[in-house]
């Protein structure tokens, strides 16, 4: 072999001395990001998972108003009812008595 054909095959062993040193790099590498990618991970389920938790405590405290104010609102209903029936009652025996002429 000649100079030249020396200094190619040292050049590319060069190279893959170096290719092979980054790709040892990169697998040492790779677990320590595949955890912190998974910390990554677990910290944004937990995150999701509080926000809806918090979303589903909201929305049962809105579902607990409502039926209570509901209730509250049947209840005032019954009252109104209650107190049209006794005006109607004593509305009727007026016009009765008026009709009667006892007025």
């Known amino acids: 072999m ?4 020396i200094q190619q095959v ?40 509080q926000q809806e938790a918090r979303q589903m ?3 049962v405290q809105a579902d607990d108003n409502s039926a209570r104010i509901l209730s509250e609102a049947e209840e005032k209903n019954r009252q109104f009812e209650a107190a049209a029936m006794s005006n109607f009652d004593r509305a009727v025996a007026f016009v009765i008595d008026r009709v009667v002429g006892k007025e």
């Open 2 to 5: 000649n100079e030249k054909h």
């Open 57 to 59: 405590v909201s929305k």
């Open 10 to 49: 040292l050049e590319i062993e060069k190279q893959a001395k170096e290719i092979h040193e980054a790709a040892q790099k990169e697998a040492q590498q790779m677990p320590v990001k595949a955890e912190q990618d998974a910390q990554s991970l677990i910290e944004k389920a937990k995150v999701d998972a």
